[in-house]
């Protein structure tokens, strides 16, 4: 319950945060909604020596449309997602997403942003963010870079940021006018992780599926994008054998931990029945 003790840091632009956590080193942790980090702290499981509180920065909890992208800023919290007008007819799946994860203070709270770098696979934004094809907008002393959500997570807790960096926006491409999506998570209880969860986009043209993506979260050390399940629905009318080769493929990229949330190969099965959930349901909304 109590954490060890702490600098606390308040800088005001995104170039003195990272310009303090390079100088400050490994000791020295970004604070968003602290919803992960905190919980973390109190358990001494995390004990840094200096939180960089990013709350004050100015520009980092818009939401806008640049070109084909809608770009959100990493301190967005949840509440902003799920309230936002503009992701709700964009990107309607952010919401239906942000409303299964942990609870109203929580969402009060936690931000697209930590969601994203916590690195934990039990959070929810990674894979759908994998499966919309979102990138990073990484910011450190040495610039600004894009590090596609597809190869940003490396392992448990292991990302692509460098010590130092700050993930400040997130880019993600508007899915085309008339798509269908589903987020389908199996969970004990509200606020509890998925025992499995996924995430669908899908297009249809004349009864024919002309585009899918999909993510896995938490049946692997990483969120999943699901690349070749994805590909055998492309083409097809979404018949029976086709969902259940899509389904096949997608459990045999999982690796799911064993734990308090069932054995390994029942989360498996659960992945392919969320995934068949969350496909039911974006084949009903996607404007044939
Ligand atoms: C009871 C409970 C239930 C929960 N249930 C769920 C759930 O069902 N699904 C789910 O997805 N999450 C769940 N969460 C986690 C919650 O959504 C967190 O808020 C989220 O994981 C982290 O976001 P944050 O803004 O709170 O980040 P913080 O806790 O502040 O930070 C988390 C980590 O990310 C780093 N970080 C944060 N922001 C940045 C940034 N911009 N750049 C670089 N590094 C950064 C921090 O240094 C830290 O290591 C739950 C939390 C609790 C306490």
Avoid at 179 to 193: N, P
Avoid at 217 to 231: D, F, G, I, Q
Wanted: aromatic residues 4%.
């Amino acid at each position: 319950m109590i954490p060890g003790t702490f600098d606390y840091h308040r800088p005001t632009t995104v170039e003195s945060a990272v310009a303090l956590l390079e100088q400050l080193g490994e000791d020295a942790r970004p604070l968003a909604g602290g919803h992960s980090l905190i919980p973390l702290m109190k358990t001494r499981l995390a004990a840094p020596e200096h939180l960089v509180d990013l709350s004050a920065i100015e520009g980092l909890r818009h939401v806008e449309v640049v070109g084909a992208d809608v770009v959100i800023g990493a301190m967005t919290t949840q509440y902003s997602v799920i309230t936002s007008a503009l992701l709700a007819e964009l990107v309607p799946i952010l919401r239906e997403t942000a409303l299964v994860i942990a609870d109203p203070q929580i969402r009060y709270k936690g931000t697209i942003g930590g969601n994203c770098a916590n690195g934990d696979p039990g959070n929810d934004m990674p894979a759908l963010m994998q499966c919309l094809g979102a990138s990073y907008e990484l910011t450190g002393t040495g610039g600004t870079r894009q590090v596609p959500s597809r190869d940003f997570y490396l392992g448990a807790y292991e990302t692509a940021l460098a010590p130092g960096e700050i993930l400040t926006a997130i880019r993600i491409p508007i899915p085309p006018a008339g798509h269908g999506y589903g987020y389908e998570k199996l969970k004990r209880k509200v606020g509890d992780y998925a025992t499995a969860a996924a995430a669908v986009v899908i297009t249809m043209a004349s009864g024919t599926c002309t585009s899918a993506s999909i993510g896995l979260t938490n049946v692997s050390e990483t969120p999943l994008w699901a690349a070749e399940a994805a590909r055998i629905l492309v083409g097809s009318t979404l018949d029976a054998s086709t969902v259940n080769s899509a389904v096949a493929a997608a459990e045999a990229i999982t690796n799911p931990a064993s734990d308090m949330r069932g054995p390994a190969e029942y989360r498996t099965k659960m992945a392919g029945i969320m995934l068949r959930r969350a496909l039911e349901r974006a084949r009903v909304r996607a404007t044939v």
